[in-house]
């Protein structure tokens, strides 16, 4: 395999959209955490990943329910800032949650609504999701790309 030319032009690199549980593993700053941010560059690529609003809520919440304290609720602030927040009323979004939802059911499949909405904004976004769970994995590679990190 030959190096690419002096100033020969990189592939672009994917954009992300990014599952909920990839943002509590970063907030924690557990192993995981730290890998996912250096190995993905979350926090440093030129386009920055995306989030589903519907991640707001659900990452909100999940902070009650852990009882996080100020400084890992001022973390999950700074995290959700730093990503590009896409809304439900993007074109596409609802009639991909519409196909995935009617595909997962098809095949016997129940996705949780969280799931569904983050699938559909991965879906019309054409960003590859990042997740720590198999929820994903009946829509990948035919509805969506993903990277499943372990």
Request: charged share 20%; with cysteine.
């Amino acid at each position: 395999m030959t190096a690419p030319a002096v100033g020969a032009a990189r592939p672009p690199l994917p954009a992300y959209l990014l599952d909920t549980n990839i943002l509590v593993h970063c907030v924690r700053n557990n192993a995981l955490g730290q890998r996912i941010l250096a190995t993905y560059g979350l926090l440093v690529l030129p386009d920055p990943p995306r989030i589903s609003i519907v991640t707001h809520g659900e990452l909100r919440s999940l902070a009650v329910q852990f009882g996080w304290g100020l400084p890992k609720v001022q973390i999950m602030e700074t995290l959700l800032s730093r990503f590009v927040s896409v809304p439900l009323d993007r074109p596409g979004l609802i009639q991909a949650y519409a196909d995935l939802d009617a595909y997962s059911r098809t095949i016997g499949r129940r996705m949780g609504k969280n799931d569904l909405w983050i699938a559909a904004t991965a879906r019309a976004t054409g960003a590859k999701l990042l997740t720590t769970d198999a929820d994903f994995d009946h829509l990948h590679p035919a509805f969506l790309d993903r990277d499943l990190v372990t």
